[in-house]
Every structure is written in C-alpha cells, then in structure tokens.
C-alpha cells in the first residue's frame, strides 16, 4: 500500500479496509463513527448500521492501490473493487478501479464516500466539500 502503511493517520481506514474485507462486523464497528456518512453509486445514509448492513449485503472487496492524502482528516484511496461472492460476478471478473474519499476524526473513519468514476472525481468532490 506504499508510502502509507505505517502514516498512523490513516490506520482507521486500513482498518476499515481490513474489516470490510474480512467480513468482521465487531472491526468494522469499532474503527467507525456511530453517525458515519457512508455514500456511493446507490445513494448515501448515516449510521454504523448503515455501514454494517452494507458489509453483510454488498459481497465487496477493496484492495487499496493509491492514496491520496487532502488533508490531514480526509484521503482519497484508489482501490481494485471485486464481488467473488455474487452471483452476477463470480470470482474471475476483473477488478474495478473506484475511489473513496475517508475522513478520519479522533481516531474514526467519520465519513466514506465510494466514486466509482475515479481518483479525479472523489479529490474534487473532497476540494467542494471543505
């Protein structure tokens, strides 16, 4: 995951990653906010159930390939999406590339916002939003 695997300010999202990955619904829940923003190609809502919800349903999973820090809350991480378990894609279609941009406050991912049109779309949404 290059140059950020050991910044700490981002080990709530690599948790996150690990979490969403490994289905650990208890991991998941501890490295997020109770009324974390979770948003992507499906709409968006609040709330650690959202979140936990989307884990057991969704079949997804995220390996980071870039990260692209906006400041010192919020990085945009580029990541290979698959869905092995679902039916409609099966364990041999090729990753997608998406990108989500993660806030991190007080130690907790506070806000995942998934862009599935790419690295340049979720930084200038992350540069509209502060």
Known sequence: MDEHRDDTRWAPVRDWHTAVNGRDLTAARAVVDPSVRIG???GSARGVE???????GSGIRLVPVAWHDVDDE??????????????????????????????VRHGLVTAVLRYDEGVDTALEAARRTR
Not at 50 to 56: G, K, N, T, Y
């Open 74 to 103: 919020r990085v945009v991480v580029e990541q290979d999406a698959t869905w092995p378990d679902r039916a409609d894609s099966g364990p041999d279609e090729a990753p997608r590339r998406t990108a989500t941009l993660f806030e």
């Open 40 to 42: 992507g190609p499906k």
């Open 50 to 56: 959202v979140l936990l919800d989307w884990i057991r």
